[in-house]
């Protein structure tokens, strides 16, 4: 990496793509012990205000399908630039909201704002990296993205204490703010920009898809994400409902989930990389599958927390490898590749989430598990015929 890329060095570049990378669980994880108080505050039910998190996916997925074209032809600073711009003006919006259509209007603004910034993350780092150390950097960003979802809930349920909801939305203007910064001070990466039109630009998307090798990769490991999207749709009701617990101490078992989730990119980097790759992945659904039974048998709370994070453990240790396969399938298109990775995650565990919450179940435990249980198993059988393939 050039030392002249990010004016504060090298390690803070490092730091800086994984906080752009991080923009979604932030945007979502810190303000999940406060959905309780929203509703009661807007003078809405909780179905409504759930809207906020799944429509929020939805919409910063679907951005990033724009902004990854986009950073091809004009750019990864000046798409990071609009992007931490849009996202500031939302969050305090958000935080002055007087109803619940107001919020959910500047909330679909936020998460377009937060898109570009999450999507400039994998960019920025496949513009500069290749081979083993981009496979190095992958996993340290993705290790230290998982403190996110174990830190968010904890510092939304901290404000709660002293302040209303509006606080956790303030906080993330200040996010976006720091997001701008470093924006402000990261030089431009993309080195050959797209010298065709935007719209010819945007159709690339398109070109990437119909890629033989890259296709089955990205909908095989985009479904991956759906059994963490549902804990993370049914755990406030789940331990604040189900079990009783306050937002502190539901954040509190949140974030154990998030701990040992956060060891599963280490283990890749230090141990599971040196193993075949497909004997490693197909390891890690097996792992999966046999939670996704765990917790349908042990719905305790211990047994959902514990259970549960083996899930999300396994889930999380195939991302790595996952994302250098996909990236290393295509060559080029580096924004519409990498927008493609993030989006399809995204847009699966939306789905994870609106499934998991339906009223077809006994449960919401119950319905996180049944979820993990069928994406692992049929996970596991797609990856063994790719491999014979």
Not at 67 to 95: E, N, Q, V
Not at 240 to 255: E, H, V
Not at 307 to 312: D, E, N, P, Q, V
Request: net charge positive; hydrophobic share 55%; aromatic share 12%.
């Amino acid at each position: 990496m050039s030392k002249q890329i990010f004016r504060l060095g090298n390690t803070w570049l490092i730091l800086y793509l994984t906080f752009l990378g991080a923009f979604a669980p932030l945007s979502t994880d810190m303000y999940l012990p406060s959905l309780p108080h929203m509703a009661e505050s807007l003078n809405t039910s909780y179905s409504y205000v759930s809207l906020s998190i799944s429509g929020f996916l939805l919409l910063f997925a679907l951005s990033m399908l724009f902004w990854g074209p986009f950073s091809d032809k004009y750019g990864r600073k000046i798409t990071l630039i609009l992007g931490s711009s849009l996202y500031i003006i939302a969050s305090i919006a958000i935080a002055l909201a007087p109803n619940i259509i107001f919020l959910l209007i500047f909330r679909g603004l936020q998460a377009i704002g937060s898109g570009a910034m999450a999507g400039m993350s994998l960019a920025v780092a496949k513009d500069l990296m290749r081979g083993t150390l981009l496979e190095r950097v992958v996993s340290i960003m993705q290790t230290l993205m998982i403190v996110t979802p174990m830190v968010a809930p904890v510092i939304g349920g901290g404000i709660l204490i002293i302040t209303s909801w509006r606080g956790v939305f303030w906080c993330l203007s200040l996010f976006g703010l720091l997001a701008l910064f470093g924006a402000i001070n990261l030089r431009e990466t993309c080195q050959r920009k797209s010298d065709r039109s935007l719209w010819q630009t945007l159709g690339r998307i398109f070109v990437v898809l119909q890629n033989k090798t890259f296709l089955p990769y990205l909908l095989l490991f985009s479904a991956l994400s759906m059994p963490f999207m549902a804990y993370l749709g049914v755990s406030s009701t789940v331990y604040q409902d189900m079990f009783g617990l306050s937002p502190q101490s539901f954040s509190c078992f949140f974030a154990v989930n998030a701990a040992i989730s956060m060891l599963a990119p280490l283990a890749h980097l230090k141990i599971f990389r040196f193993y075949q790759r497909n004997l490693v992945i197909a390891t890690h659904l097996i792992v999966m599958a046999i939670g996704g039974i765990c917790v349908l048998l042990n719905q305790t709370i211990l047994g959902f927390c514990l259970f549960y994070a083996l899930i999300t453990f396994s889930g999380t240790a195939i991302r790595p490898p996952s994302t250098i396969l996909m990236l290393e399938s295509i060559e080029g298109d580096t924004g519409a590749v990498t927008s493609l990775i993030n989006c399809g995650g995204l847009l699966c565990g939306s789905l994870s989430m609106v499934l998991a919450v339906l009223p077809v179940w006994g449960n919401p435990i119950d319905a996180a598990a049944t979820i993990s249980l069928s994406i692992s198993c049929w996970g596991l059988l797609t990856w063994i015929m790719l491999c014979r393939r």
